[in-house]
């Protein structure tokens, strides 16, 4: 029994003594790190090891392992459908100056025993430090909505049209749109865990129905009073003729009710024609040119059919201060019975032939001739590939239901629309009045290829403003990404 207790206080002794060479190893460990100018032993950063390192040494190392790994790209994918995201488009970067400070306080808190504590579990168990993510989140939903502006199978809005003497009402149809929230919520993960080299997203979406056609509401916005054009000098105005228009609501109601899934439905308007127009009124009233743009097209018979039927719905167009500008409303539904013809678009992430093929060009000249008129652009939306007319960040492109572009007459006089397709020009001019009380630019644009890769191209456009040859103000449109082809 003696010998057994004898036994057990050597034993405890023993033990005694293990710990307390272990503490005091643990604590000489503790004490030498604490008075070194170092990262303790067992610290990590996104997987690099840090051990050993000042923080200048370790904010240089992991800073040039992560940048590499972010100048690298992303892919999105729906249905046959692919796009490219550029990670450093966004100014995505880790915070690695606070990572690195947080590695460095491990066993610095200023409390012995707390600072032991940590510093003999990092020694034994290893940490890795998550840094935190930042990016440009205007920057990444802006993208993101105009990937979702190109995809597929996008929502047809339930809309209207006035052709000639008809009013044409098109039934919407259902559609797929990006959940972004999702979306973006997927790229920041892939990223952040830099796990998306190679990786390809698949773009979450959702059904959105159109909204129920509201005939009511198209004949409050279509009913017009007739009044003759005419304008004044002092104060120099003009007056916009006005046809009167008119449409019985029930008939249509009921034309709907009886067959609602109808594509669309032709209606005949009643007309009350003015005496006067702003033709009538010649160019008088319209003294200035505000901005020019043409392009070239090449003379493929039905391209070009497309081009003049676009065109010459928009010549001749007027726009009062603050109206503005729908293309779609104005050129309408591009349909086989309105004269356009099959020829090569963009769709479905391909060059395809499609019904009204070529009308985006005269969009894209109106765009140029619009900024060189110093309005306010209101929607625009670039092409999936750069076109043959324009240089990338220069283009606008429409698809009738979904993707408009429009634009407000912002001066303080009514503008005017002369637009042709003649000779392989397109051309496009818009008139006004240059009131001298108002500041006026000489407008110019300039646009930059910033970033090319494998799959795609990114460009910066900018509106130069200048007055007297002087430039005062250089402002961004836009930065937009296209596909190789």
Known sequence: MIKNKHFILIYLILIAIVIGILGASVITFYLFHKNKDEIQSGVYIKGINVSGLTKEEAKTLVSENLKSELNDHLILKYKNYEYYIEIEQFETEFDVNASVELAYQIGRSGNPFKDIKDYAMVLMTKIDIDPILTYNQEALINYLETIGAQLPDQLEQSSYYVDDDKLVITNGKNGSKVDMPELKERIIEEIQNISYKNACIDIPTFTEYPDKINVQTIHDEVYREVQNAYFTTEPRMVYAEVTGVDFDVKAVE???????????????????????????LGMDPFPDLLGTFSTKYVNNPDR?????????KINGKVIMPEEEFSFNKIVGKRTEAAGYRNAAIFSDGQVTDGLGGGICQITSTLYNAVVFSNLKITSRRNHMFVPSYVTGGRDATVVYGSTDFKFKNSRSYPIKIVSSVEGGIAKVSIYGYKNPND?????????????????SLVYDAYKIYKQNGVMVKREKMSRDTYKKY
């Open 254 to 280: 009921e034309a709907i009710a009886q067959n609602p899934n109808a594509e669309a439905y032709t209606l005949n308007l009643t007309f009350i024609k003015p005496q006067v127009t702003v033709n009538d």
């Open 304 to 312: 070009t059919t497309n081009l003049r039927l676009a065109s010459n």
């Open 439 to 455: 500041a006026e630019y000489e407008i110019s644009i300039e646009n930059n290829l910033v970033k090319t890769t494998a799959k």
